[in-house]
């Protein structure tokens, strides 16, 4: 028999459904479990936006739509995307995707010649890096430091690390797993960085409405940036829609016609009726979303004041995302470990608390010397925090 395509080895996996793997056989066994691995959310989505699918099936749009979307979600999305962040789009400017994720194999498809380097961030979204490598790329990862206000990118790193060879950033602002947030000083850094050296930018906004207080802003609005950047846009965390599979490119035309000569080769168009719910979700009131965010803000509050009342737990508190990100190294020496895994599944085993640990966003970089995981509290409700983070307590002190 054959063997599978090499360029098949060299694809990776968003590992933290494997971390859900062993939450659920814990289950299995009667065992009851907290589910802060996985970023999904078990908040259900507007009613509004479900009567708009279902009348929109129920009228017959059930079959193929334009490889970019149909032109009324993308005249919605041109105004929604382009009004949040001061950029002047148009229907032209955006591809509708069957969700975010496909924005960054597209994107890099797109940009990234075999051989060419992409920086991307680590810890990260792990499908960074298995695109990258997946088409022939060469992934350079660049870290963060801690400071007293959570996260910062490391400077030092990416522009060491930068080659004649270097062709695409990935620029995840509001950031998985870390929750970490750019100052308006640190963002116009990287959009210089990427001038200076004529860089692609893909900028990864799925969080970019889930914030608690300040305001967002995107790279791509930075002089300069627009014709360089795409953006990853997606209904999932907004509008709580995980499961409906919708999102978009929002770029300059000629990334865009790139990006939608994809979409008639993969997957053909993305569906119908979701579209049509889609502009309900733009076009409808904004009260649903409020609610969603007041849920997920109470979420935080509680698992921060948890996580904090834990001896040997160092945590910030970000103001977008719904992910935590814990330095742990206290406890994981104190308690004796020497690897990720037992700790992580101990932690189950022993409190039915299932988290992920740094190494599911990416190979630990040279130089680290702390412990971190990561807790996802858009899927569990706060008097369920509560009750499981007090077990962790109690097994962990």
Not at 65 to 87: F, K
Not at 196 to 205: A, N, P, R, T
Not at 325 to 347: E, M, N, Q
Request: aromatic fraction near 10%; glycine fraction near 10%.
């Amino acid at each position: 028999m054959k063997n599978l395509a090499k360029r098949y080895g060299r694809l990776g996996t968003e590992t933290a459904f494997a971390v859900g793997a062993d939450a659920a056989a814990w289950a299995a066994k009667g065992n009851k479990v907290y589910p802060f691995h996985l970023g999904d959310m078990n908040i259900i989505t507007p009613e509004h936006i479900i009567e708009a699918a279902l009348k929109a099936a129920r009228e017959g749009k059930t079959g193929y739509t334009p490889g970019a979307g149909i032109m009324p979600l993308r005249e919605a999305l041109a105004e929604d995307i382009g009004g949040a962040r001061g950029l002047n789009l148009s229907a032209e400017n955006i591809s509708v995707q069957p969700g975010g994720k496909p924005v960054i194999g597209k994107f890099l498809a797109v940009t990234l010649e075999e051989g060419a380097e992409a920086l991307y961030p680590n810890p990260g979204y792990p499908i960074y890096e298995s695109q990258i490598e997946y088409l022939g790329g060469k992934a350079l990862p660049y870290g963060y430091t801690v400071t007293a206000n959570g996260f910062k990118i490391n400077r030092e790193e990416i522009e060491r690390k930068i080659t004649g060879k270097t062709s695409v950033l990935i620029y995840n602002n509001y950031q998985n797993p870390i929750g970490a947030e750019s100052s308006s000083e640190e963002m116009s850094w990287v959009a210089d960085l990427a001038m200076k050296h004529d860089l692609w930018v893909l900028s990864d906004e799925a969080y970019f409405d889930v914030r608690y207080s300040g305001k967002s802003q995107s790279i791509a609005s930075l002089p300069g940036m627009a014709e360089r950047t795409v953006i990853l846009y997606t209904f999932s965390k907004k509008f709580a829609m995980t499961g409906w599979r919708l999102g978009c490119a929002a770029g300059s035309k000629a990334l865009i016609e790139g990006i939608s000569k994809f979409n008639t080769n993969q997957e053909s168009c993305s569906n119908h009726f979701v579209q049509a719910a889609g502009i309900a979700c733009l076009q409808g009131p904004n009260e649903p979303q409020e609610k969603i965010l007041r849920t997920l803000k109470e979420r935080r509050d509680v698992l921060v004041q948890a996580l904090q009342a834990i001896d040997g737990v160092k945590v910030s508190k970000p103001e977008t995302t719904f992910y935590l990100f814990p330095d742990v190294t206290a406890i994981f020496k104190r308690k004796g470990y020497t690897d990720s895994a037992s700790f992580r599944l101990d932690a189950l085993h022993e409190s039915g608390v299932s988290f992920c640990s740094r190494e599911h966003f990416g190979r630990p970089l040279p130089g680290e010397d702390k412990v971190f995981i990561r807790f996802a509290y858009s899927g569990i409700d706060s008097d369920q925090i509560q009750e499981g983070l007090a077990k962790l307590k109690k097994f962990w002190e």
